[in-house]
């Protein structure tokens, strides 16, 4: 199986940085993208940003534009999201997700139905 492992969530002040990992480990597979999702309390789980492995093509919520910047290590599949200017609308907790089978078009990287692998999640709460 495979397993996905978030860290670096926490407590920061509104305008803050935070820096999220998530790492791939156990059976090989082959990554086509790995993405960030985020749930707050009472609402639906949303996209937040993801990368084609191969090339590295980015996608952003318009919310995070600007703001936030997803990478990666590719010898390590490791991706990361680089989140500044944190405000309190961001406080939720952040899912890790993998896609190991191919998919075109813009939604095969926005919708969370097409990942295959799951982070635990990694709670980021950010104080006013």
């Known amino acids: 199986q495979v397993q996905l492992i978030e860290s670096g969530g926490g407590l920061v002040q509104a305008g803050g940085s935070l820096r999220l990992s998530c790492a791939a480990s156990g059976r090989p597979f082959t990554n086509y993208a790995m993405g960030w999702f985020r749930q707050a309390p009472g609402k639906e789980r949303e996209f937040v940003a993801a990368l084609r492995w191969s090339g590295g093509d980015t996608y952003y919520q318009d919310s995070v534009k600007g703001r936030f910047t997803v990478s990666r290590d590719d010898a390590e599949t490791t991706v990361y999201l680089q989140m500044n200017s944190l405000n309190p609308e961001d406080t939720a907790i952040y899912y890790c997700?993998?896609?190991?089978?191919?998919?075109?078009?813009?939604?095969?990287?926005?919708?969370?139905?097409?990942?295959?692998?799951w982070g635990q999640g990694t709670q980021v709460t950010v104080s006013s």
């Open positions: 997700a993998a896609r190991g089978h191919y998919c075109s078009g813009n939604n095969c990287y926005t919708r969370s139905t097409h990942y295959d692998y």
